[in-house]
């Protein structure tokens, strides 16, 4: 993966320990990467994987539709993988724990879009920015904790 270009990092503060945080993360990825619409998605694209699969809960070889997990360290590393029609790419997530019981949450993407098709792909997602806008989204999501994230409130 680290053959891959950098394409962009986000990082979130996290009012919550590593295992915490750990445990969010595996939640909202199974719960972002797994819907209707990303699979729609994958199969326009022709990804690798089409469909959701591999172990559960998440572990190495768990998929996704256009994601595989290719890296698994509990608390520390979720590495996603995966490749379609324009891009091959790669999203990883780090966690570092902070000495007043937060936790950073790091996601760095990494693609190569070969071809002029792929060329054409990168403007349409990196450079106009809704590749930015998601993960900032997704990141919020982390920050919050899965019941903000389904639209509770907390007691």
Known sequence: MDRLPFVDEHT???DAGPEELWRR???????????AAGARYARLVR???VAA???RPLDGGSAFPGFLVAGFE???????R???LFSTYALVYRIE????????????????FPGMAGRLYRLL?????AHAFAMRRMMAAYRRGPRAARGTRAA
């Open 82 to 84: 995966g490749r379609h």
């Open 74 to 80: 509990p608390g520390r590393e979720l590495a996603l």
């Open 53 to 55: 699969g591999g172990p």
């Open 97 to 112: 724990a902070l000495s007043d019981g937060r936790s950073r949450l790091r996601a760095e993407t990494r693609a190569v």
């Open 47 to 49: 990804a690798d994987p």
């Open 25 to 35: 993360l595996l939640v909202q990825v199974e719960r972002s990467l797994s819907g």
């Open 12 to 14: 979130v503060l996290v």
């Open 125 to 129: 997602v990196i450079s106009s920015g």
